[in-house]
């Protein structure tokens, strides 16, 4: 893990990926680091696994992809707006961008959710289903 500071007097740290058997590390996985964050190792857990199989298959090219999926990730510090603590905020990470790769799909689907927040809130009398009626009857 390192530490430096930025332009913008924040920390930015590198984080290694979790701890993977049979790899002589010291460095703490992010979720040791993290509470919030500990889906990350999940993810890179899955994505190494994923990995695995396609190092089996004719589409190995896409094993190396998502073995170093997110192997480096840079975090900032940056103060919550409600109480004033300091939170970890991903600033730069590097995705392999492969269909089937557990962390791509979890960023995306991160994505879909935030873009689905920032709708604003319609009536459900705007929503019809595929005949044309109305959802607002069904609910
Ligand atoms: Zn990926």
């Known amino acids: 893990m390192s530490e430096e500071n930025s332009d913008a007097g924040l920390f930015v740290f590198s984080v290694s990926p979790p701890i993977q058997s049979g790899q002589d590390t010291d460095a703490p996985g992010l979720s040791e680091l993290s509470e919030r964050d500990k889906p990350w190792d999940k993810h890179k857990y899955n ?11 004719r589409y190995n090219k896409y094993s190396q992809r998502t073995k170093s999926c997110a192997d480096i990730l840079d975090f900032r510090l940056v103060p919550e707006a ?8 991903l600033a730069a990470a590097r995705f ?15 994505m879909w959710k935030a873009k689905a927040a920032a709708l604003p809130n319609l009536p459900m009398e705007t929503f ?11 609910a």
């Not at 696994?49 to 190092?55: F, I, T």
């Not at 409600?82 to 905020?89: I, M, N, V, W």
């Not at 019809?128 to 069904?138: N, Q, R």
């Open 47 to 57: 994505s190494d696994r994923v990995s695995d199989h396609y190092a089996k298959s």
């Open 96 to 110: 392999c961008r492969v269909r089937h790769c557990p962390i791509c799909q979890w960023r995306r689907s991160l």
């Open 128 to 138: 019809i289903d595929v005949e044309g009626k109305s959802l607002s009857s069904i």
């Open 82 to 89: 409600s109480d004033g603590e300091y939170k970890l905020k």
